[in-house]
């Protein structure tokens, strides 16, 4: 039913073709409060980087997580085993679950646990650009903004927004489809989007490493997308805009011993409904309701030597996240843009397979914040604010963000941001009930980050070059201790991890129609009293990317992905990982003189290497021996595609 509907969707884009429908002749209310922000807060000293749908499309990846890995300077993301999939990222040396993650603006971090990264059903399709704000961004993102903010943007209503039709065979017995509608006239706009993405997969594990009582022995997926958009002129000054997306997925969890299948069935709604525009000229405002409702179904049948085992029935795990975001600016105030807002955020979850309560939480924050601007003082920029975060129970907070900027010369910037954060306890942290583990604390304090970036960068009309240092530390971090019953709890201990490294980041125009860009990360985290880097975050991390883009004829890019050492602990052991090397290389070529038609083939991981993402303990089938298996990231793989735009 699920690809029929898909396949209804693709259909209604392919009949509409027509003439461009790029509404050029729509008059547009004020620039977006809530869109404009993150370049405001570059503006005044935080790094902001930006990925363009152009950049991804050409690179050939398949999903969120794929782009991330290979075009994001300064983070570090490790895809499971391949598309669609769990994703081990750090982003400045940071761990997983210090950095917020956003669709349009809508958070979509899984609060049942932190360390989940959200981004296993996101296809590149959908995608008009990735925004990465680095450093603390708690001050208007709230929790889990420790180390960063990355904000995933689909597709646009606004004027210049094309029609397009997708086609995609992969090597691997896979495919990708992907169509979108624009449309409308001066005073309504809409969108609407379907994308399909499936294969058999590939083998997870090495041959030596998967048991015989494991039958399935490759990793695939099934993601379908459909969702639209709806922009409506009120008045010269404001809009009314709408948003809704379903995720459909049948994502396969792999395991090297006793699997016959383990899969995770999800159904994921994302919606919201936005009113932003002027109330005076230099009074802007908006208003935000969001839900997201995360439910999985979690199916597990196992080989147990007599035949098949169900362990799992289709058991629940799931989160519903809603609330309101509300945020003015009044500008110039004394050469002063005054910024202030209020956040509520409303979570439930439970969790049926490793038993989490259900449970409701509400937070409340508000925030302030005052930059300077351009006429107060023309060579420096500065912001300070703070926010106030209070939940319904225990664990209220107060973060604070000072940033600036300095120019020190023609072309030569000073940058610089101070600040603290927070990441609330996550619901297994909260909640947790399963007599196996260690249980709920609904005490729980967040734990709170401290962060400092200082910077320079040259910029220039053909280059960019920065260099950032970066130190963060996370403190009161959550762990456990045991009762007087030998109960084990979560607590907020007294430990915390201390974050320092470099970024080095050059881009480079070397003509008119050849680009080269160039990231290193080098990142140290120690926990207090050690000096072993804590597990899964890259002591290195460099990346390179090369484009030929000419007006016309080929297109080509190759993307290169060095990951130094990382290491974890299984086994009572200590097991790295990491030291590989991926490249990846794209050539487009457009079919006409208007570029409305393209055809792009993408070889990623183009020397075949092996390499894992990361490590787990298993056990054999022999004597129940414990061994440590890795888990393998995508092999070589060709993906030929074609796009119609129209």
């Known amino acids: 039913m699920r690809q029929l509907l898909f396949y209804l969707c693709l259909l209604c884009v392919a009949v509409s073709h027509g003439e461009p429908a790029t509404l050029d002749n729509v008059v547009v209310a004020a620039g977006s409060l809530e869109h404009s922000l993150p370049e405001k807060i570059a503006a005044s000293g935080s790094e902001l980087v930006i990925i363009d749908s152009d950049a991804i499309r050409l690179s050939g990846a398949q999903d969120a997580a794929k782009a991330l890995q290979m075009l994001a300077p300064g983070l570090y993301a490790a895809p499971k085993n391949g598309a669609f999939d769990y994703v ?4 400045q040396g940071s761990r997983s679950g ?79 489809h992907s169509g979108r509608l624009v449309g409308g006239n001066e005073q309504t706009r809409y969108l609407l989007f379907a994308s399909n993405d499936q294969t058999e997969g590939f083998r997870a594990f090495k041959r030596q490493h998967q048991e ?17 958009k709806l922009v409506h002129q009120l008045s010269q000054h404001w809009r009314l805009s709408a948003l809704y997306q379903q995720h459909n997925a049948e994502l396969d969890y792999l395991r090297p011993t006793d699997n016959f299948l383990t899969q995770n069935q999800r159904t994921e709604d994302m919606a919201y409904i936005k009113l932003d525009g002027r109330i005076r000229d230099n009074i802007s405002l908006y208003v935000k309701g969001y839900f997201h409702q995360w439910d999985t179904r979690y199916l597990r049948i196992y080989n147990d030597g007599a035949g098949l085992a169900l362990k799992s029935n289709y058991d629940y795990w799931g989160y519903t996240d809603r609330g309101i975001n509300l945020m003015a600016e009044v ?17 439930s979850g439970s969790d049926d397979v490793l038993k989490i309560a259900s449970q409701q939480e509400q937070v409340q924050a508000v925030f302030l914040q005052l930059a300077s601007r351009e006429s107060l003082w023309s060579d420096a920029q500065f912001s300070l604010g703070g926010r106030y975060n209070k939940p319904a129970g225990e664990g209220d907070s107060w973060v604070g963000h000072a940033s600036g900027t300095l120019n020190l010369a023609s072309h030569v910037q000073l940058f610089a941001a101070l600040g603290s954060s927070f990441r609330l306890p996550s619901a297994y ?48 971090l959550i762990g456990s201790a045991s009762d007087d019953n030998g109960v084990k709890h979560f607590v907020n201990s007294g430990s915390s991890v201390l974050f320092r490294g470099v970024e080095l980041d050059i881009a480079v125009d070397l ?19 050690e000096t072993q880097q804590i597990n ?53 070529h457009f079919l006409d003189v208007q570029q409305r038609q393209d055809i792009t083939l993408s070889l990623e ?26 888990n393998l990231g995508t092999p070589w793989l060709a993906k030929l595609s074609y796009r119609m735009r129209f």
């Open 88 to 91: 081990s990222v750090s982003l």
């Open 98 to 176: 210090d950095i917020l993650w956003l669709v349009d603006g809508v958070r979509i971090n899984n609060r049942l646990y932190a360390g989940t990264s959200p981004l296993d059903t996101i296809p590149a399709a959908a995608i008009e650009r990735i925004e990465i704000l680095k450093g603390g961004q708690s001050l208007f993102y709230g929790t889990q903004a420790i180390a960063g903010a990355v904000n995933i943007v689909t597709h646009s209503v606004q004027p210049g927004a094309v029609s397009e039709v997708q086609l995609g065979l992969h090597s691997d017995a896979g495919r990708s």
């Open 212 to 228: 015989p009582s494991a039958s399935d022995t490759k990793r695939g997926y099934d993601v379908s997308v459909m969702g639209g």
């Open 331 to 347: 500008a110039d105030v004394a050469g002063l843009d005054v910024r202030l807002g209020y956040d509520m955020q409303n979570f």
């Open 429 to 476: 942290e909260l909640y947790a009930s399963d007599d196996c583990c260690t249980q709920g604390n609904p005490d729980l304090a967040p734990e709170e980050g401290k962060n400092l970036n200082v910077g320079v960068r040259y910029q220039d009309a053909y280059r960019q070059i920065g260099l950032t240092l970066f130190t963060r530390q996370v403190n009161r």
């Open 511 to 529: 003509t008119r129609h050849v680009s080269f860009t160039l990231n290193h990360v080098y990142s140290r985290a120690v926990a207090k009293g």
């Open 536 to 588: 899964n975050i890259p002591l290195n991390n460099s990346k390179a990317g090369l484009a030929w883009k000419p007006q016309q004829g080929l297109q080509l890019m190759l993307n290169v992905n060095r990951v130094g050492s990382v290491s974890d602990e299984e086994n009572n052991r200590r097991i790295n990982y990491g030291n590989y090397t991926l490249v990846d290389l794209s050539v487009r």
């Open 605 to 630: 991981n183009l020397t075949d290497q092996q390499y894992a993402t990361s490590v787990a303990t298993a056990r054999r089938d022999a004597d129940n021996s414990a061994y440590v298996y890795e």
